[in-house]
């Protein structure tokens, strides 16, 4: 059965410094895709970044990337030069086939980051 | 172009009444998924509409049901609602069922049952 798992219910970094938040998962499909959303106080959850199961290279979006490791089957999130304004619930999720029928998306329980000044 | 809207924002409901919260999509998108997101875990899926039918259905009971309409706005209505009901509501939008790449959500409407 496909899961994410999150081990860090929560993380501290100073400000301007890189963090790196976990995300393990779990599937028998060999496609899938993967995702990273960040969800603030107001609840709306924010895309950040998607990496592809056949995608050879690491996905990068600003100053955050992808550490993808398909071996391992884990897909961590790096986010370099943290901001007071990055400080929220950060969630990797997982939908099983790169393209099919839905938009059912897996996720883990998060981590909660606080950026400190 | 206007995001994801959801209706209300918060409210509270009793055990045994109905609930319905209402989702516009993001101009343009046609595909329209609702989430359950209980206090302290991640979001699952309840289910999709595409063409205002449901094209996808999680491990929820059917007294969750749903509506998409022309303007491809959607409902989530729960009847019989239970305590275990209380969660964050989210709607996402997307503009091709099952396009790579991200959903588009709402901020959610949070209901409360006593």
């Known amino acids: 059965a496909q899961k994410i798992t999150q081990t860090q219910p929560g993380m501290f970094v100073q400000e301007k410094e890189a963090v790196t938040l976990d995300c393990t998962y779990d599937?028998?499909?060999?496609?899938?895709?993967l995702f990273w959303y960040k969800q603030p106080s107001s609840g709306e959850m924010i895309f950040l970044i998607y990496?592809?199961?056949?995608?050879?290279q690491n996905a990068t979006e600003g100053r955050y990337s992808l550490n993808f490791q398909k071996a391992r089957k884990s897909a961590n999130l790096v986010i370099s030069a943290s901001q007071l304004g990055d400080s929220a619930m950060y969630f990797c999720?997982?939908?099983?086939?790169?393209?099919?029928?839905?938009?059912?998306?897996?996720f883990g329980t998060g981590t909660l980051l606080a950026v400190q000044p | 172009e206007t995001g994801v809207t959801q209706s209300p924002t918060h409210l509270i409901k009793t055990r045994g009444q109905q609930v319905t919260l209402r989702c516009s999509s993001q101009?343009?998108?046609?595909?329209v998924s609702w989430y359950q997101q209980a206090l302290g875990q991640g979001p699952q899926f309840i289910f999709q509409?595409?063409?205002?039918?449901?094209?996808g259905r999680g491990n929820f009971p059917p007294r969750f049901s749903g509506l998409q309409f022309p303007n491809y706005s959607s409902e989530l209505n729960v009847n019989a609602l239970e305590l275990d009901d209380s969660a964050l509501y989210l709607c996402?939008?997307?503009?091709?069922?099952?396009?790579?790449?991200?959903?588009?959500f709402g901020e959610g409407s949070r209901l409360t049952v006593l």
């Open positions: 996402a939008s997307s503009s091709v069922a099952g396009a790579i790449g991200e959903l588009f």
């Open positions: 599937t028998s499909d060999p496609s899938y895709g």
């Open positions: 990496q592809g199961s056949y995608d050879q």
């Open positions: 999720a997982m939908r099983e086939g790169l393209g099919g029928a839905t938009n059912k998306l897996i």
């Open positions: 101009s343009g998108h046609n595909t």
């Open positions: 509409y595409y063409r205002e039918e449901e094209n």
